[in-house]
């Protein structure tokens, strides 16, 4: 986020006024509010802490995640909440576990007649999706450039792919090389080699897959096994079955081509190693007078990435100011207000989840072991980056049109003198924030804030310090569109919560 200039401050002296005198007009349900400097200061006090370099980055597992939570949960304890993980085992930290798995050993060979021929690390490259996966004597099949054979002919053998595309289909080589390997796969194939005869190297190949890649523990392994292999290495291959390269190639581009076998058997073999993350959702709540009618949620995810940048790099922490510090920030300063306010029907969850930048998995583990039955949430928000528009922008919907409590939404928005935005251009990022796995397991949810009603701004934050060092709270930080959010969703909890105006046990029911 860049330091409001004088044109923003400009704009935003001038538009205060107009919204709130628009919402006055509009004859709101209740008073209009509009962003104060008070709360913008709550916001500003709460971010710097967050993303202080004390908190380390606040990366799942590591000192960061106990400074983050401690604090955290004592500003919660404070405000009045109590802990929401109705689990007396684990108060107000609900734990999970992810596993972070990365290659570790690959061995191909190939056996043609009684000939066996070896790979080297810089010829062949075996991966895995499960921890540990082997086809030895399996007979390879060519498929061209990736025709899908019926699943019969497949099953139980090895599919022999040219990785370059036919000339009509070449879009950028790693995407469609991994669609049609996973086609391969899903089709039923044992395994997949990809001769790399296309413009992506062994090298480039393995820079992609050497990141981790996070899961829940416990959540089922698939054990599909790739291998890649360089066109100099399987030339070796193909000479001894008396085959070459362009005859391959040729064959593939026949229009009459049809998957067949080679006379080639394929030995290969992967492992995977794995760190197990020892993390916590960080749960509170407000109870209400009639529990048995429901809850409300509101989300906002706690973690961000620890150190991200290498020396000689002078500022090596990410910080995630707007993310997520900011969204935090807003979670706790709308139970702040909540908890001041007078009781509701419903109870009101406050989930701080962990491991969203690792793949939504708090969010996930939530979903999976909820302490509420899911079905009872009659309405869930999500809180991500809010802290990127000004006061008087409209509100985006991320989830527009896939809900069935947006009339309630945009009526409360429009009470509370927030304009609305009618544009879908926010859902191109439904499935980047956590109310995408909940809305996965039905529950209505959505994001709804001025970050998201100004695509522009956005993007710019996108392209900017997104994911990077520089995502620190800096001087000038724009919160006026996030306090606005924080009482629009204070008025979207007492609009929810409210057996009068939101009658009725569920949205799946009503
Ligand atoms: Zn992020």
Redesign the pocket.
Known sequence: MKRASAATKWRRRRIAPAAALLAALALPLRAAPHADRALEQQLLATMQVLASDDFLGREPGTPGETKTLRWLGAQWFDIGLVSGTNDPAHPWFAPVTVIARRPAFSLARFGVREHVIGFDDQQALVLTSGRRSLVEGAPLDFVGRGSIPPRAELAGRVALLLDRAPPDQREPDDVQGSARQNALLAGGAAAVVTILDGPRSLASVAARRDRPGYALSGEALGGDLEAFVTAAGFARVLAEARSSLDALERDADRPDFTPHPLGITAHLEATTSETTIRTHNLIGKLPGRHPEAGAVLLLAHWD?FGTCAQPPAEHLICN?AI??ASGVAALTEIARRLAKGPPLDRDVYFLATTA??LGLLGAEAFAESPPLPLRSIVAAFNLD?VAIAPAGTAVGIVGKGMTGIEPDIVRVARAAGRRVSDSTAPNTYIGRQDGWVLLHHDVPTVMITSAYGDMARLQKFFDGD??RPSDVVKPGIELGGAAEDVLLHVALVRWFADLKTRPGASPMVH
Do not use: A, I, L
């Open positions: 961000h995630g993310d997520n969203e930048e980056s997104y994911h």
